[in-house]
């Protein structure tokens, strides 16, 4: 028996704006818990929970990005009714994750969300193959644990999973083969953080060839996780976006 890949802690409500939460690599949905309790009435949060960890914790990894998408769609289409918002928000790898849903919603059903907002995530080129590299460089993971917050005190037995998980979602991003031809029809958000050695400014700039509406670039105070660091501001700029208007098309622009 498999689990369900959308977790959501208040009973879905068709005339509230969903936001789809993506966490990075080596995490779960649980982490956006808090973030409901913040929203309130006012937006529907749902995370997405790959398999493998907390409650689903015995079920074995997906078998590729494409078939991970394939069944979140699956899950999700029946939540979105004509006229309700989808805001898809990604941290690191579930940026790449939120960009191939995106994608997929528009190729294969035409649906367009209000936004697709990615922190601390490179643009989708630069993950060809990116796997590799926490498979091999301990220098790669060693960054990645000195970054993220909280992992210098954990139990060593502790750390060793987070590992564990962080190399299975590696080797799954391994199954992306490159990003789709068309661009997204959605405006993209791209945030970075200032400290962030791992997905700097400049290489997320590079998400701005994937949208043909409007792109944005912000960057935030902190280093890979600045998302933990800086909640307030998160939640407060995503409040904004996927409980107001849809973004509307124009020029491009970038912020620093």
Known sequence: MTGSYLVSWQ???PGRPLLLCLPPAGAGAGQFRVWQQRFGPVVQVVG???PGRESRWP???PSSVDAMVGDVLTELLPR???GRGLTV???SFGGLLGYEIVRALGDRHGLRPTALVVAACRPPHMWVDAGHTLLDDVQEV???LEARPGMADIEEEDRELWLDLLRKDAVLSLSFTGPGDVPLSCPILAWAGDEDSIADAGQLDGWGGYTASTFHRTTFAGNHYFPDTQLDLILDRLG?????PALTEGARDRSG
């Open 11 to 13: 009973p879905d409500d």
């Open 48 to 50: 997405v929970q790959l």
């Open 59 to 61: 079920e074995p990894h």
């Open 80 to 82: 979105l009714p004509a």
């Open 89 to 91: 928000y990604g941290h």
């Open 142 to 144: 060693s960054r990645l």
């Open 240 to 244: 904004e976006l996927a409980g107001g």
